[in-house]
C-alpha cells in the first residue's frame, strides 16, 4: 500500500487488488462516521481510493497506510432491480465463451446477485462484481464506436450498464430501459458503490 498527495487537499491510496480497495474504502468510510477521520469524499476504484477534501494530506500518510481493511457491512437495504431484455449481440459470444447454452448464461447472470465495486468511465456507471471468476470474459478484439444507453456488458470479471451512447469494447448479453444518470434526480446515480444489484429478464421489445 502507498498513499500520494494529490494537490492541496487529497490523497490517492494504492493497493494491491479490487477487493483490498473494497475493504479500505469501508474502514475509511467507517472511519469518517465515527469521526476520526475528516473528508470530504472517498471515491474507490479498481485499485486506488481517493479521499477528496482532506486537510495537510501528507500528515495523514503514515496512519492511512497502515490501516487494516473491513468486510462491507451488510446492507439492509433492498436489491436495485433492473430489468432486462437479453438479446444482446454478443450473448452467443458469451455462451461460447462459458461452454454453454444462451438460456443458460442468462439463468446464471439473472440468478447472481451483483455489488457496485465502484464507478467511472462515465457518469452513472457502476463497475458490478458478484460473477466468480471462471465467468470471467475477454473485451471485444475491436470496440464498438457506439453502444446504446442501457446496454448490459461484461468485461473480465465486471457486469456494467451503459448509462448513455459512448464506444465501448464490452460484450453486449442484453438492455435495460432503467435511467442510470438523471441530474434531475437526488441522487443523480441510480448505482453507487456498495449498492446491491439484481438484473431480471423481461421479454422484448
Given at each position: 500500500m502507498r498513499a500520494l498527495p494529490?494537490?492541496?487537499e487529497a490523497l490517492l491510496i494504492e493497493v494491491g487488488s479490487a477487493e483490498e480497495a473494497g475493504a479500505l474504502h469501508t474502514a475509511l468510510l467507517r472511519r469518517r462516521a465515527e469521526g476520526t477521520l475528516t473528508v470530504r469524499e472517498?471515491?474507490?476504484?479498481?485499485?486506488?481510493?481517493l479521499?477528496?477534501?482532506l486537510p495537510d494530506p501528507a500528515r495523514w500518510i503514515p496512519e492511512l497506510t497502515a490501516l487494516e481493511g473491513e468486510?462491507?457491512?451488510p446492507s439492509t437495504c433492498s436489491p436495485v432491480e433492473l430489468p432486462v431484455r437479453y438479446d444482446g449481440p454478443d450473448l452467443a459470444a458469451v455462451a461460447a465463451h462459458w461452454g454453454m447454452s444462451e438460456r443458460e448464461v442468462v439463468r446464471i447472470h439473472a440468478g447472481t446477485e451483483f455489488t457496485v465495486a465502484f464507478c467511472g468511465f462515465a457518469p452513472?456507471?457502476?463497475y458490478l462484481t458478484g460473477l466468480p471468476a471462471c465467468y470471467d470474459v475477454p473485451r471485444r478484439a475491436t470496440p464498438r464506436t457506439a453502444?446504446?444507453?442501457?446496454?448490459v456488458a461484461l468485461a473480465g470479471p465486471y457486469t456494467g450498464v451503459y448509462p448513455r451512447t459512448s464506444p465501448g469494447g464490452w460484450q453486449l448479453i442484453g438492455a435495460t430501459d432503467a435511467v442510470l444518470w438523471d441530474h434531475t434526480r437526488d441522487p443523480a446515480a441510480l448505482l453507487s458503490p456498495g449498492t446491491r444489484v439484481r438484473f431480471v429478464p423481461v421479454e422484448g421489445p
Open positions: 494529490v494537490g492541496q472517498i471515491v474507490p476504484a479498481a485499485r486506488t481510493v479521499l477528496d477534501g468486510p462491507p457491512a452513472g456507471f457502476g453502444v446504446p444507453p442501457g446496454a
